[in-house]
């Protein structure tokens, strides 16, 4: 599912922006963990440091400062089953939208639950 690569890359470029091990993150909750963030700094931080531009898988392996195949082994466990070659060569992958919607969201049910 692309929402959640999108999801995993963006807890990858939250933690590298912050000097953490991108490695140990999989999931937006792993990078407020890691990073010790409220929903709140996790957004800002989102807004910070996550390109806002649609990303291609290349862009973001470089983004990252990993070559492609290491990057696609931590966001995509069954690769094969999922994306084709042509597909990876011409998805677009909006991180920083996917993010602060995913945070925003769990923000609205945090108030709800008060």
């Known amino acids: ?62 983004a990252v400062g990993v070559d492609l195949d290491t990057l696609l082994g931590h966001l995509i466990k069954d690769r094969r089953s999922l994306f084709s070659a042509a597909t990876l060569e011409s998805l677009k992958l909006e991180p920083h939208k996917r993010a602060l919607h995913v945070y925003s969201e769990a923000a609205r049910v945090e108030e709800f639950r008060a």
């Open 1 to 62: 599912n692309i929402r959640v690569v999108e999801c995993r890359l963006a807890a990858v470029l939250l933690a590298k922006s912050s000097g953490a091990a991108w490695s140990d993150v999989l999931t937006l909750g792993d990078a407020l963990k890691l990073l010790k963030l409220t929903l709140a700094q996790g957004y800002r931080a989102v807004e910070e440091n996550v390109p806002s531009l649609p990303l291609s898988f290349a862009a973001a392996a470089a």
